[in-house]
């Protein structure tokens, strides 16, 4: 990794080109690319001058390019060094070595990673975890329980730290020894959805928080599915655990496929709407998956013994259990299933929830929980 040390002048100034590379007004990602492919580096850039630059740029970017910095860049500069002088902040350009090089790879990298915490998961093996943000609790099961397995055999897992799946999937994480990637949208100085700052407060300790947006960047609806982008583009593979059938989580399933990488499907219920999308990625080619097993080695790592799996505490042959089967059911069916009065029914689904064991869904169904 380059010198990126705040109180350095000479290192700061080169990362300040960068950063005034990418704020300048009009100038996309891949005008800004192909400027250093031909210039080498932000310095050249600024330093081409306007005749330069005009082989490669429109007019109105050439004016931004050689336009002074502004006293909005300077301020943004000055937070910038002082973000840095902080433990554990970092910031790779996509010259630098220690960039990942799967991301460096992707067709639009980011010129930027503003990055806290651990900075040498960006090195290690990755997979993505990703689902709806109005997860089910057997979603969030499912996103906690591969996650942990697969951190626990030695893979790191990148998410975007939404509510729902993508928390589900760093929380698991956190308790293996791979640890997590949260990917954000906004600047990597706030933490979005609020709800999950103490959960943010964990991975800047004990794993990694990366994002492209200079610091303020406040969420934009816009950002989210751009960021999709660097959560497939620094991993092997993707898996989906629950999906509706437009969501975030299958433009990161587009990116990962187009980027080369494996995608991964979570099967669920065919009258689960959070169902529909992980069956439209399977029925285009993606690997309907079970255990983690099978996601370990589609990515050629060791599988992991596996424990005998538990039976339920003190509900193996409950008949409310076994008659809500394997998917959502309405309580009137549930009540001819069972056969006993609406009272009863009631307080024993009440049990099983406070358990963990069955899930109240919306439009007065339930459905029951594994593990």
């Known amino acids: 990794m380059q010198d990126t040390d705040p109180d350095t002048a000479a290192s700061f100034a080169a990362i300040a080109d960068w950063i005034r590379l990418e704020q300048a007004g009009g100038v996309g990602s891949r005008t800004a690319r192909q400027l250093l492919e031909q210039l080498g580096s932000p310095a050249a850039i600024f330093q081409a001058g306007a005749r330069a630059l005009a082989e490669f740029a429109t007019p109105a970017q050439v004016r931004a390019l050689c336009a002074p910095p502004s006293p909005e860049l300077a301020q943004l500069l000055d937070t910038t060094r002082a973000w840095l002088r902080q433990p554990s902040h970092h910031i790779l350009t996509l010259h630098d070595p220690a960039y990942p090089a799967l991301l460096a790879a992707i067709p639009d990298p980011p010129l930027l990673l503003y990055i806290k915490g651990r900075i040498d998961l960006l090195a290690r093996p990755l997979v993505a975890v990703v689902g709806s943000r109005n997860a089910s609790m057997q979603g969030k099961a499912h996103a906690e329980g591969f996650a942990r397995a697969l951190s626990e055999a030695g893979l790191t897992v990148v998410s975007g730290m939404a509510l729902g799946v993508d928390t589900a999937a760093h929380e698991g994480a956190l308790a293996g020894a791979g640890s997590t990637i949260a990917v954000i949208g906004t600047g990597i100085d706030r933490v979005y959805p609020a709800r999950n700052r103490a959960l943010a ?84 080619g ?6 983690v097993n099978e996601v370990l080695a589609a990515l050629r790592v060791s599988p992991l013994a596996m424990p005998a799996a538990a039976a339920e505490p003190e509900a193996v042959d409950d008949i409310v259990l076994s008659a809500l089967g394997h998917d959502p059911v309405c309580i009137d069916a549930l009540l001819e299933r069972v056969g006993c009065d609406a009272g009863m029914l009631g307080g024993r689904l009440l049990a099983l929830e406070l358990a963990g064991l069955v899930e109240q869904l919306p439009g007065g169904r339930v459905q029951r929980v594994y593990r």
Request: glycine share 8%; proline share 4%.
């Open 286 to 291: 993606a690997q309907l998956v079970e255990t």
């Open 201 to 284: 407060h964990r991975i800047a300790q004990d794993g990694c928080i990366v994002s492209e947006y200079a610091l303020d960047t406040p969420p934009v609806a816009a950002n989210f599915p751009r960021r999709n982008r660097i959560i497939s583009g620094l991993a092997a593979g993707v898996l989906v655990v629950e999906a509706a059938a437009e969501s975030g989580s299958l433009i990161t399933a587009q990116l990962a496929a187009e980027q080369g990488r494996e995608v991964f499907a979570i099967p669920g219920s065919i009258h689960s709407a959070l169902a529909k999308g992980c069956h439209q990625l399977i029925r285009e």
